[in-house]
């Protein structure tokens, strides 16, 4: 007879799971789905973004912006999902999910070269868009790559509805990374997120001071605002 593992095992050089990962790992995912629906912002753990079509990485073991899109196309009708991931890490599992789907665009703004070593400049398909940025850049970078890549590209797909892959990790005093971004640069990106289409919703990714973290989430959903974002 087989026994259930207790003990914490190592999925790959970053990723533990004990004996309630998977449990909270579909919780994370079904909270994704239903900010989906409601305009919401999923405050999730485990993250997603790094979570191959079958292998767990980089902390993360379920896609969940990545179900979250596929539950909306197949139980809501939505047609065209555009995701944007402002992560300091490439989502190279959400890249790898919707390479070859023309209804989904995968916008990403993240530091390169950087873990997980995806996601280059010369990376690119007609639905897959990577915003490279250089370690110790600040707001002024972020959004300025936002307003002349991540927008018009966008804004040429029409998505019906844009799910956020709000990653805090490029805050400027995080420690698993070399952004400089502030509160009020996260504020600024979910703002300008939230014009991007009639319905937008966010699904938590990484962020990993967590002295800022609370602070740097209130100050996206403040970007989002009360008419877009349930909160």
Known sequence: MLEAQTEPALLDAD???SETSWAAALLAAGIAIDAAETAGFALVRPPGHHARPRT???FCLVNNVAVAARHMQAVHGVERVAIVDYDVHHGNGT?????????VLFVSLHQWPFYPGSGGPTEQSETTVNVPLSAGSSDQEYLLAFDEVVAPAVEQFRPDLVLVSAGFDAHEEDPLAQMRVTADGFRELSNRCA????????????GYNIATLPGLV??????????????
């Open 15 to 17: 990723t533990v799971a």
């Open 95 to 103: 890249q790898e999910i919707f390479w070859e789907d023309d209804t």
């Open 195 to 206: 014009a991007l289409a009639p319905r937008v919703a966010a699904v938590l990714e990484g």
């Open 218 to 231: 209130a100050a996206a959903l403040a970007g989002f605002s009360e008419k877009t974002m349930a909160g």
């Open 56 to 58: 767990a990485m980089g």
